[in-house]
């Protein structure tokens, strides 16, 4: 495991004296000028994001193509097929693209037909199985409409193109060289070349809601909708939820408006599957951005990786309370299976590693892997040891493994892949069957028995890249908080910058206190609940996954001893009272 140094964040005196000419406090322009925005224009739209910096739907190349087509289906009564990924990301794009077809658009449900592929049947994208499905389907399908997939799946383009199919392809992926989707009747994408959509950091929803949004458009310019009809402003709670939980960037006006205004629109509560929600059996008074990311993109995700995707649909969809929070209720077991699951994993895979050297890079393979938690458990090793990480999985043809990797230690996962291929390709050796992504994370298939190859060319790739391998981790804070600030008026006043995520992290500051009480709650008592002093003040606290993190170290947290903290400060709603809470992410001695 890496050594991890606690270091603050260097500060930019040009952003702050801009921040603060810009209305912020000194508190708000001093956690600005901590973070990359000096490359923004003008901060007023970064920290007061309005909708109208969303760029227009016609700059996405071929967006006036698409919307032809579309419009040309809805009014000669044609199938629609719609095809999504089963992450939170491709379920939201369904619930947009459905939403807007049936409740804006003038369809039916009869004429609106739901694809979603399934991980552990099916695989990513459009694959073979959706492809069968598709055209087994009755009644036949003339028009199919992808999102947040599609970009990568040629072969079958062309097989429901040579069936009379025409398919629109809307994604976010970064587009193959090797293998671009030429049988699409259009794609629609911001990563493809020139293309002069301005915001190339959107998600897959994002994009799908531009192009319905543009439907709408050109049916009411045409006269086939009343001119009154609503704009599709009311979807972007979707549009909100995917952006966070695919971890796109924040740094983007776009997004900060979709988020900021979705998440207003969540926490009207308009839409059943939000009223439904009870976390730790609690109804929710209001859904931050946390909460989408810790609490609802968990469930929808789990439904994906442990069970059906469909049921994730059907909460988001779900036209009666009743309905919803039967839905939630059985996201809420599948995404507890889900953490069972990832524990039971995690543990193997420290077993495996004990005896290995992960300074460079980690790949675990075992049997008892569950194929849905394979990014989650990569995720974990990456995030522990600081290095890149794979594991493995066994798949249902039993020659084949299917891996997730993670990024660590600042490494580009998607290069280390490529140049590993590259290694092989060079010495014929054919072992890595298909890999993608980014670079934060990606997805692998190889052949079993090329395991131990794949390992050694994979941490040759690792040394190529020059990564520091000194045994340093780095965790990035805002400084110390003075006493006087430690309250519930500093939470206020930094959420006035939200919305916190990618690129622009939430604040997390780094105090000593000494410890007055500590003890381990939750179902598996993992997480460490603490009341933490400074000077004669005390404050609630909780170390989340606790255990989990650093066993050794939580255990050693008692009454009386002195720690150095890392934690961010969160408002904390319980029976009607807000109190301040410490969240701490890292502590030391």
Aim: charged residues 25%.
């Amino acid at each position: 495991m890496k050594k991890l140094i606690v270091r603050e964040r260097q500060r930019s005196k040009s952003v702050y004296e801009a921040a603060r000419s810009g209305g912020l406090s000194h508190l708000q322009a001093d956690i600005l000028c901590r973070r990359d925005v000096s490359s923004l224009a003008d901060l007023t739209p970064f920290f007061d994001p309005k909708l109208r910096e969303i760029p227009a739907p016609h700059l996405l190349k071929n967006c006036n193509k698409a919307v032809g087509r579309i419009v040309r289906a809805i009014k000669k009564g044609e199938n629609i097929g719609l095809v999504t990924d089963y992450d939170v990301d491709g379920l939201t794009a369904h619930a947009v693209a459905k939403k807007a077809l049936n409740g804006f658009l003038g369809r039916n449900n009869g004429q609106i037909n739901s694809f979603v592929g399934d991980r552990l049947q099916d695989g990513y994208g459009l694959t073979d199985q959706l492809c069968s499905r598709i055209l087994a389907n009755t009644p036949a399908i003339d028009l199919v409409i992808t999102a947040d997939c599609g970009v990568s799946d040629e072969k079958r383009i062309a097989v429901l193109k040579e069936a009379g199919i025409d398919v629109i392809i809307t994604d976010h992926h970064l587009v193959p060289e090797d293998e671009f989707p030429c049988s699409a009747y259009t794609l629609v994408d911001p990563q493809q070349e020139k293309c002069l959509y301005p915001d190339k950091a959107i998600s897959g929803c994002m994009v799908c809601w531009l192009v319905m949004s543009a439907v709408r458009t050109s049916l009411v310019e045409d006269g086939s909708l009343p001119t009154q009809t609503p704009t599709l402003i009311s979807l972007l709670d979707y549009v909100a939820l995917s952006t966070i939980a695919d971890s796109v960037s924040l740094l983007s006006a776009t997004n900060r408006a979709v988020v900021r205004y979705g998440l207003k629109e969540i926490n009207t509560f308009a839409r059943h599957c939000w009223r439904s929600m009870q976390f730790g059996g609690a109804p929710v008074g209001k859904l931050t951005e946390e909460d989408l990311a810790y609490q609802v993109s968990p469930r929808i995700n789990g439904a994906g990786r442990m069970a059906d995707p469909q049921l994730a649909l059907d909460f988001l969809l779900a036209e009666g309370g009743d309905l919803a929070k039967q839905y939630f209720e059985k996201l809420t077991k599948v995404n507890d299976l889900r953490k069972k699951s990832e524990a039971k994993s995690r543990d193997i895979a420290n077993g495996l590693l004990e005896e290995t050297d992960t300074s460079k890079g980690i790949v675990a393979y075992h049997t008892d892997f569950h194929p849905g938690i394979l990014g989650i458990l990569a995720s974990r090793l990456a995030e522990k040891h600081g290095v890149p990480a794979v594991v493995f999985g066994n798949t249902p043809h039993g020659e084949v493994l299917a891996g997730s990797c993670r990024t660590g230690g600042g490494v580009h996962i998607l290069n280390i892949l490529a140049q590993t291929a590259d290694m092989e390709q060079r010495a014929n050796q054919e072992n890595i069957i298909s890999f993608g992504g980014h670079k934060g994370a990606a997805g692998i298939k190889i052949f079993k028995q090329g395991l131990d190859l794949f390992r050694e060319n994979f941490l040759k790739a690792i040394d190529r890249e020059e990564i520091d391998n000194e045994g340093l981790a780095f965790l990035d804070t805002d400084g110390a908080l003075a006493l006087e600030n430690i309250n519930l008026a500093t939470v206020d006043e930094i959420n006035k910058l939200a919305p916190f995520g990618q690129h622009f992290e939430h604040p997390v500051f780094s105090n000593e206190f000494s410890v007055d009480s500590a003890k381990f709650v939750g179902k598996d008592k993992d997480h460490l609940q603490l009341i933490l002093c400074m000077g004669t003040s005390k404050f609630r606290a909780i170390w989340f996954r606790a255990r989990t993190k650093s066993k050794q170290t939580a255990e050693s947290i008692v009454p009386g001893c002195h720690m150095h903290c890392v934690y961010q400060l969160a408002g904390n709603e319980f029976r009607g009272k807000r109190q301040l809470q410490l969240c701490i992410s890292d502590v030391s001695g």
